[in-house]
Nanobody, 122 residues
Framework: QVQLVESGGGLVQAGGSLRLSCAAS????????MGWFRQAPGEEREFVAA????????NYVDSVKGRFTISRDNAKNTVYLQMNSLKPEDTAVYYC???????????????WGQGTQVTVSS
């Protein structure tokens, strides 16, 4: 089992920044890949970014490249999503997830956090 707890969401003006955190626990979480996804009202859940615990390889959706940065702190068992230059279209519930491979596919991530709301006002 892997447990994931997100924090750091909130309300921010366009152009602002937020940092999301995901605290991971469980016997084998360090063997997983950690991903961030988001879901806006009426939309499907979409991939945002992912990182491997072992060597820090990353992957991003094109719409956030250059604005968002995913990182991990192995000592704290925490993954971060630094979001800069936020846009109203970034508004969504953001979820942390753990999966076996570095992939954008939602269905391959087996463990999920409860989500944290990010709202970007124009």
């Amino acid at each position: 089992q892997v447990q994931l707890v997100e924090s750091g969401g909130g309300l921010v003006q366009a152009g602002g920044s937020l940092r999301l955190s995901c605290a991971a626990s469980g016997r084998t979480f360090s063997t997983y890949v950690m991903g961030w996804f988001r879901q806006a009202p009426g939309e499907e859940r979409e991939f945002v970014a992912a990182i491997t615990w072992s060597d820090g390889r990353t992957n991003y959706v094109d719409s956030v490249k250059g604005r968002f940065t995913i990182s991990r702190d192995n000592a704290k068992n925490t993954v971060y999503l630094q979001m800069n230059s936020l846009k109203p279209e970034d508004t969504a519930v953001y979820y942390c997830a753990a999966g076996p491979v570095l992939t954008t596919r939602v269905g391959l991530y087996g463990y999920w956090g409860q989500g944290t709301q990010v709202t970007v006002s124009s």
